[in-house]
């Protein structure tokens, strides 16, 4: 964990230490700068004090004031400047949780940070709306640019889009060329992501829409399905259920994955109890009906061709191909020896 050059604690000590008792405990309580952890709202303190919570408002922003005109703030601009040199390190706009995580010391240092971001001139909070999360920003012409760029990541990517995050950071890094007509870094384009309240990233590092569950599975269904779509090939169930339990801090047990398998048409059983993804070129059905599906599409084959296809298709064994041939209902040979479509 990084950590700042100043100590934030002893800074805000310092930048509220000339205040007068009343104002100085009405900030401490505003920004947790004490010994609790937690931010009071204005009416706990106007009960506290026996005043209306306008009137604790106005306390707090003559302290702030106050402050601000104070020999105490003059000398902590290399604290401010220091705050302002990371945002723009990353590309001048950072969600706020990242700011406030930069420092070791938990949620104790967190406050104090968040109280300097308020009382710094050089920066301004944006809230957080149905796109992005809370947020910092040094100029704010810029960071509309930042959410013009995102917006149009955001319109790219659908519901069932799984992408892989150096493709996510490529596309953000064209977007920036064309907006704001300059180039930007990695360590940049992922910070601009972070704000991003529509785009996520699951246990694999692949970035999707947030609300899918290929990024915020819902049950083992989906846990099955990412673990599959990672391994890019089939997977005998067992396979599966250790494999979930190996990424996902979840106990899979191998009959509840298996039902889960066999209930979703998202996996084609291939034989044996391997299973495949649908999404891979692979159809449902029986073996019977694999063979029908062939011929439908390719044609009369050969003997050996047509094994060799369901083979490709299914994991067993050649006799339960031949016999499915057998069956007269469903196939025949034709004058060259090639089986065809009853």
């Not at 969600?95 to 930069?102: C, K, M, N």
């Not at 240092?109 to 301004?124: D, P, R």
């Not at 044996?272 to 029986?286: F, K, N």
């Amino acid at each position: 964990m990084a950590v700042f050059t100043f100590n934030p604690e002893i800074v805000t000590k310092s930048l509220v230490g000339g205040l007068k008792d009343r104002n100085r405990d009405v900030v401490l309580q505003r920004f947790a700068l004490g010994v609790s952890p937690e931010r009071k709202t204005l009416e706990s303190i106007g009960q506290d004090y026996g005043i209306t919570r306008e009137r604790v408002r106005q306390i707090e922003s003559f302290a702030l004031n106050s402050i601000k005109k104070s020999e105490s703030f003059s000398s902590a601009k290399s604290a401010f400047a220091e705050l302002r040199n990371i945002i723009n390190k990353k590309g001048g706009l950072m969600a706020e949780d990242d700011i406030l995580d930069f420092p070791a010391g938990g949620e104790k240092a967190k406050n104090h940070i968040y109280f300097l971001l308020v009382l710094g001139e050089n920066f301004t909070k944006m809230k957080e709306d149905d796109e992005f999360r809370h947020r910092w920003v040094v100029e704010k012409k810029k960071a509309e640019m930042i959410h013009q760029i995102l917006r149009n990541l955001h319109r790219e990517v659908s519901e069932s889009d799984l992408i892989p995050e150096e493709e996510i950071i490529w596309k953000i890094k064209k977007y920036t060329k064309n907006i704001l007509k300059q180039k930007i870094s990695n360590e940049i384009a992922r910070s601009w992501l972070n704000i991003s309240k529509f785009m996520a990233s699951n246990v694999f590092g692949e970035w999707g829409v947030a609300s899918s569950a290929s990024i915020h599975p819902r049950g083992m269904r989906d846990l099955a399905f990412l673990v599959l779509r990672k391994h890019g090939s089939p997977m005998h169930f067992t396979e599966v259920a250790s494999a979930i339990s190996e990424f996902f801090p979840k106990k899979a047990h191998l009959a509840t994955v298996h039902n889960e398998l066999i209930k979703d048409n998202r996996f084609i059983l291939m034989g044996r109890g391997i299973y495949a993804l649908g999404e891979w070129g692979y159809s449902p059905g029986t073996v019977r009906e694999v063979i029908k599906n062939i011929l439908k599409s390719e044609g009369p084959l050969q003997k050996e061709e047509l094994i060799n296809r369901v083979l490709k298709e299914r994991y067993v064994k050649e006799n339960t191909i031949l016999v499915n041939l057998q069956n007269r209902e469903y196939f025949k040979r034709d004058h060259k020896s090639r089986y065809i479509l009853t």
